[in-house]
């Protein structure tokens, strides 16, 4: 029996994982409608370089959620259980959603600008990993946690009402986002064959570095806006351990020790404005 046939004709109902039923069900509670539930004809309160600034920085969340539309799409087909393919079904559609907003947004804003190169290699590289366990790591644990981090540290500096609401949805649906890592990653990395650690920590040491080089790429824009990314990168490495707290097993999770002191060697050696 291939193992389509295994999953789709499993007689037994699901119960493995009650948690990440609580978390669909949230998932469903917390619907919201982008095109509705945003009051997109208010005006812009930004000055044309703030407009500029923050579209070339949103042009690269903007990339972000599509890729991540598609990898939970890719994931609810790969991974093997029933209510991790339910929760991520979610994820599908709330990605979705985050692709329109930021379309709407951009629009208003100026427009789409080009990718960097660091992102546009992230986000392919995630996206053309068919490991499973890998996948999750790398959108639901590392770039969903960066995104999260980045939009309050956007959210803090801008004070644009309509900006600030788009970021205040999308960020709500994130932190689910990362909930699905803590929840369900655990189980699929008790299962990893012993001979698929090294490609997951490989993986890992290249997006992160991939990642840090794409932050980096926004440190201008970032500087103009008045961003703390410095402090972000800080926060957000802070919730990456939180994460990694909750998990019943790190096992294959690539760990970098003093990680703080790179970000504060990196920010030293950019040149300030
Ligand atoms: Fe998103
Ligand atoms: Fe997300």
Redesign the pocket.
Known sequence: MSYADAALFEERLPDRFPKLVTLYEKAKRDFWDESTAIDWDQELTLSMEHRVALARLLSITYY??RA??TIAGQLVALVPDEEAKQVLSCQVV??AK??GAFQRLLKKLDRVHPPSTFSRRLLVDIIETDEPTAKLAGMNLFV?NI?NHSFHALRDAVSDPLVRQVLDY?AR??KK?TAVAVLYLPSLLERLPPHKLAYLYAKQAKWLTLGMMMVKDGYKDAQILGVDLAGAGQRALKQHYKLREQMKTTRGLLDVPHFDKVIDKIVELLPRR
Request: glycine content about 8%; overall charge negative.
């Open positions: 972000g959620e991540a539309m709330e990605e985050h692709v969903e995104a999308v649906d994130e986002h």
